[in-house]
């Protein structure tokens, strides 16, 4: 591919993942599955990797992909939130082991591993124990405020357990539907001749995404932290392990599915496990997530564009195409 045929297929690539996103992360209403999302992602990847110089800032590989509503209040996340890279294939987690083990220096490397939710992305925030404030992800720098649509998730704890809690406390987690809530929803819906969803993932983030409150409250929305934002004092934590059992403590839901692998060959086996186990979960998954377990070895390899270079999350093939909108290979 010459250097303008590659101008040309990104810039066709760059409008339709713009189109993509908008429908899936502000309409909540995705046009088409996705594995063809990722598919096409894929391709500007690697034309942008083959043309580095064609990169702009505006491409999907250099930003976290929703917008904050303006119907919603805005804030201004503490820490960004951003996304991860993702793996499909044996070779890209073995790359993504080799790329940790060279960035650090360690001749092998523990990871905390997980599921990966099929949900949204939200950051509550406690102050002295007591909840205060929650919103979306958004662009992972803006997110909406969505406080009083949080507090009518009851595994969401108002004020945290504890004698003294931390000054500041920020939980990272995904909210989200389980199969059989969505399943009744969907009737419901049917019955009142209401909108109907698509899966799960966009029932969850419809619901979360209300300008009523009262909507919210009567949709069953599940919670599961994932990891900490910003904080003041909390307890000293070291790894990823020992900050998730904190929030345990915490009384927080988080996954009985995670577990810390060793090296490559643990992750493998850890994916296998999961994908094994994937049917029988009440919730959607669409992934399991590798994160490198040390804190210090976590800030020393840092972040690319929109993704942190310690994570990467390892998702399952395709089950089936939702809605077959258009072929999606890009003509050049
Ligand atoms: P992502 O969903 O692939 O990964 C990042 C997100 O994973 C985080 O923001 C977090 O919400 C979530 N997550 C779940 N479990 C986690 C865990 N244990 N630890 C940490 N994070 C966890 O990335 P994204 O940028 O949110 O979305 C991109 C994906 O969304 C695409 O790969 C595609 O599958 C889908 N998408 C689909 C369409 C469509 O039209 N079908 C459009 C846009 C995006």
């Not at 969907?186 to 698509?198: D, P, R, S, T, Y």
């Amino acid at each position: 591919m010459s250097m303008q045929e590659a101008a040309l297929a990104l810039q066709q690539l760059k409008q339709r993942i713009a189109e993509y996103d908008y429908h899936y992360y502000v309409l909540d209403a995705p046009l088409v599955s996705d594995s063809e999302y990722d598919g096409l992602y894929r391709q500007l990847v690697e034309i942008e990797q083959q043309y580095p110089e064609l990169i702009t800032a505006d491409s999907p590989s250099q930003r976290v992909g929703g917008k904050a509503l303006a119907a919603f209040e805005s804030v201004q996340h503490r820490q960004a939130m951003l996304s991860l890279n993702n793996a499909f294939a044996d070779d890209e987690l073995e790359a993504f082991d080799r790329r940790v083990r060279e960035g650090t220096g360690e001749a092998v490397v523990a990871y905390a591993v997980e599921p990966k939710f099929d949900g949204l992305a939200i950051t509550l925030t406690y102050e002295h124990g007591l909840f205060v404030q929650g919103a979306t992800r958004g662009d992972g720098y803006t997110g909406e405020n969505v406080t009083h649509n949080l507090k009518t998730i009851r595994a969401i704890p108002s004020r945290l357990n504890i004698a003294q809690p931390p000054a500041l406390l920020e939980v990272r987690g995904e909210v989200l539907m389980l199969k059989r809530d969505f399943e009744k929803l969907n009737q419901q819906q049917a019955a009142v001749k209401g909108k109907l969803f698509a899966n799960p993932r966009n029932a969850a983030a419809g619901s979360l995404r209300q300008l009523d409150p009262h909507i919210t409250a009567k949709r069953p929305l599940h919670f599961f932290a994932y990891g900490l934002g910003a904080s003041i004092g909390v307890p000293e934590l070291n790894t990823h392990s020992e900050a998730m059992q904190y929030l345990a403590d915490l009384r927080f839901p988080v996954s009985d599915l995670r577990a810390v692998k060793i090296g490559a060959q643990g992750l493998r086996e850890y994916y296998a496990e999961i994908g094994e186990k994937r049917h029988q979960l009440p919730f959607d998954i669409d992934g399991v997530v590798y994160k490198v377990n040390d804190f210090a070895l976590q800030a020393s390899l840092g972040f690319v564009s929109r993704a942190p270079r310690w994570a990467v999350a390892h998702k399952f093939p395709a089950e089936e195409a939702t809605t077959i909108v258009e072929d999606i290979s890009v003509q050049v």
